[in-house]
């Protein structure tokens, strides 16, 4: 990262967020718990971990949009730059939050086979992202959408034909794209990609990462690019926070998260990210990808975290105190945490 990165000020500002699920059958689950994490301005933040880690439920915590059994605290969650004043979502009303989603923050969904409405038009739906925010002719909206198309990597010929598609009639990759047109449509400040690959095959992901760092480039806003393959991040991600079990366990940018992970669980990740590209580059047969090895053991139970460090009993390198207390965040290298006792105690 370069010394202009480092002194950009923060966009987002998550202090202790915290997310606990309450169902009406058994314990409470808390699924994100106590994460901190500063996103700069036009800066893109990878959140990489593997299913269950809590990725997913801290994008939507940010968006405030859990589902009612969800209860979310946090010290603060601001967003705040040079064309906005400092807001706290926490204490934003629902129809507050209503104007900032799509306009200041907005998300591209994991699945947009189930966000698109399958009885609207693909140029109805992304107008209606427009219409929520700008206040635009009909026509000037329509030109809009179909400048956005052309964003998302349609052709103008064939710009007007999605136009008029239904979500039925186009593929993985096409729907993904008018996802990502209604997400940026309003220029937000910050946009939230949640897996927004897991859906596809390879060739398209790189595609769709592509597009995600152009379009941040063109208009300089900041991602927060969510997924649990490391591949993705490289070239692409500034900065990557590594989350295990509800918690953040280690931060860094990329180039460092690559070339020295500190925290035993990164470092699991990305071997097995190696052994996966090395095996599909040997044998790219299915048969092959079902050999590919994992992680051993299984992520602790979130209704019941353990009350030392929550990836010791997986961790090839526990040692005693592992199992006593959760470690503290300490800070090997600067701007480089990580909570791990192999750094002190």
């Known amino acids: 990262m370069t010394h202009m990165d480092e002194e950009k000020a923060n966009l987002v500002e998550v202090?202790?967020?915290t997310v606990t699920y309450s169902p009406e059958i058994g314990v409470p689950i808390r699924a994100v718990d106590g994460v901190s994490i500063d996103i700069r301005q036009a800066e893109v933040v990878g959140i990489l971990g593997e299913s269950g880690s809590g990725k997913s439920t801290l994008a939507s915590a940010m968006l405030r949009l859990l589902p009612p059994h969800a209860s979310c605290e946090a010290g603060s969650l601001t967003v705040s730059g040079p064309d906005l004043m400092k807001l706290d979502l926490m204490k934003l009303s629902e129809s507050q939050l209503r104007a900032i989603r799509g306009r200041i923050v907005s998300m591209i969904p994991q699945d947009p086979a189930l966000s698109l409405n399958p009885?609207?038009?693909?140029?109805?739906?992304v107008s209606e992202a427009l219409r929520a925010h700008l206040p635009l002719p009909a026509e000037q909206r329509r030109e809009r959408v179909l400048e956005l198309l052309g964003e998302v990597g349609f052709g103008n010929a064939n710009a007007c034909e999605i136009?008029?598609?239904?979500?039925?009639?186009?593929?993985?990759?096409?729907?993904?794209?008018?996802?990502?047109?209604?997400?940026?449509?309003?220029?937000?400040?910050?946009?939230i990609a949640d897996e927004p690959t897991s859906k596809l095959d390879a060739p398209l992901q790189t595609e769709i990462v592509a597009l995600l760092s152009r379009i941040r480039k063109q208009h300089g806003m900041a991602i927060l690019f969510i997924s649990h393959d490391p591949a993705l991040f490289a070239g692409f991600a500034d900065r990557i926070a590594v989350m295990y079990a509800g918690r953040i366990v280690e931060v860094g940018s990329s180039a460092q998260i690559f070339a020295r992970p500190f925290h035993p669980y990164t470092q699991a990740l990305l071997r097995l990210a190696k052994e996966s590209i090395l095996a599909l580059v040997s044998s790219p047969a299915p048969a092959a990808r079902a050999r590919l090895s994992a992680i051993d053991g299984e992520s602790p139970n979130p209704d019941q975290w353990p009350p030392g460090c929550r990836y010791e009993p997986r961790c090839s390198e526990r040692m005693e105190i592992c199992s006593r207390r959760y470690p503290s965040q300490f800070i090997p290298e600067p701007s480089r945490p990580v909570n791990c006792f192999k750094y002190g105690e």
């Open 119 to 125: 009885v609207m038009t693909v140029g109805s739906q």
């Open 15 to 17: 202090r202790d967020l």
């Open 163 to 191: 136009y008029t598609a239904y979500p039925h009639q186009l593929s993985g990759g096409q729907r993904q794209r008018i996802a990502i047109a209604q997400a940026v449509s309003c220029r937000p400040a910050l946009l």
